[in-house]
């Protein structure tokens, strides 16, 4: 199911990122869940398709997720 704000995002993306990255998170969720609807596995791909999203934007430098 889509987020609707980042308080809704799963306590494992919301605990470990940073507020401007689960915004990007959340944009890439949302827009992969509508893209893939037709697929039986969309949540897995659109956490996978959010989770490249971030990273493309963030590093995870010492346990910790840094602007890149």
Same mark, same amino acid.
């Given at each position: 199911?889509?987020?609707?704000?980042?308080f809704?995002?799963?306590?494992?993306?919301?605990?470990?990122?940073?507020?401007?990255?689960?915004? /990007?998170?959340? $944009?890439?969720?949302n827009?992969a869940?509508?893209?893939?609807? $037709?697929?039986?596995?969309?949540?897995?791909?659109?956490? +996978?398709?959010?989770?490249?999203?971030? +990273?493309h934007?963030? /590093? +995870? /430098?010492?346990?910790g997720?840094?602007r +890149?």
């Amino acid at each position: 199911m889509p987020y609707r704000e980042t308080f809704d995002l799963p306590a494992s993306v919301r605990n470990h990122l940073p507020p401007h990255a689960q915004e /990007i998170y959340l $944009a890439a969720f949302n827009n992969a869940w509508e893209e893939y609807a $037709a697929r039986e596995d969309r949540e897995v791909v659109a956490h +996978k398709v959010a989770w490249a999203a971030v +990273k493309h934007a963030y /590093i +995870k /430098i010492d346990g910790g997720w840094v602007r +890149k």
